[in-house]
């Protein structure tokens, strides 16, 4: 089974607080993502990476900055937090097939920012 | 940039009724998937339709791709409480592995 971990099921931090959130995937895919979900909105994307040391602006990149430094590993940085990036964030991954690319979610991370 | 419109946003139906999902795209998309979150679960991946027109069934569940491919429809018979989730499409207009995912259809089924 494809498995994909994140660090923290929850997090509580405070504003201006470097934050980084880990996820590790054991299926040596090539993309990973992460997304953050809000309600009413939907899953949005914020970064993803298609390979190791690439990564690639989603839809709402501000206000965040990635590192994959390992095909297994991405991870998420907000730099400095605040209290409007209180979301739960969900790190996918998939394989590079070009036929079918489904995506296999973690668990999800729920920050709040205080 | 992709947009996609997914409708309704809420639905509540009584079990065994049926339940139908919108998905719909202002452009041509190369195929779109379906995910079913639970709740306090993640989305976890349902079916891929590529093919202009495709229908593709998972028991009760009926997926339906457009003959523009612009929509999708995802409909469930006989609804159960086992069915209980937010539904998600998710379009990949680029085939660049990128998925754009719809706002999704959160439904309650009332035993």
């Known amino acids: 089974d494809v498995k994909v971990t994140q660090s923290s099921r929850y997090l509580v931090k405070r504003t201006g607080e470097k934050v980084f959130l880990e996820c590790v995937q054991d299926m040596d895919h090539e993309n990973m993502f992460w997304y953050r979900q809000d309600p009413g909105l939907g899953l949005r994307l914020i970064y993803f990476?298609?390979?190791?040391?690439?990564?690639e602006k989603g839809d709402i990149p501000e206000g965040y900055s990635v590192s994959r430094e390992k095909k297994e590993r991405f991870s998420l940085i907000l730099e400095s937090a605040s209290t409007n990036q209180t979301s739960m964030y969900l790190c996918?991954?998939?394989?590079?097939?070009?036929?079918?690319?489904?995506?296999?979610f973690g668990p999800g991370t729920r920050l709040t920012v205080t | 940039g992709q947009q996609v419109m997914q409708i309704p946003q809420y639905q509540h139906v009584q079990e065994g009724e049926d339940f139908t999902t919108y998905c719909n795209s202002s452009t041509t998309l190369s195929n779109i998937q379906w995910y079913k979150q639970r709740p306090g679960g993640h989305p976890v991946f349902l079916i891929q339709l590529v093919k202009s027109g495709e229908v593709k069934k998972q028991k009760r569940l009926t997926f339906q791709f457009g003959e523009a491919k612009k929509n999708s429809s995802l409909h469930i018979t006989a609804t159960q409480t086992t069915d209980v989730g937010t539904y998600f499409c998710?379009?990949?207009?680029?085939?660049?592995?990128?998925?754009?995912f719809g706002t999704g259809t959160r439904l309650t089924v009332i035993p």
């Open positions: 990476s298609y390979d190791v040391k690439m990564k």
């Open positions: 998710a379009a990949d207009q680029t085939g660049a592995n990128n998925l754009f």
């Open positions: 996918a991954s998939s394989p590079a097939d070009r036929e079918l690319y489904e995506q296999y």
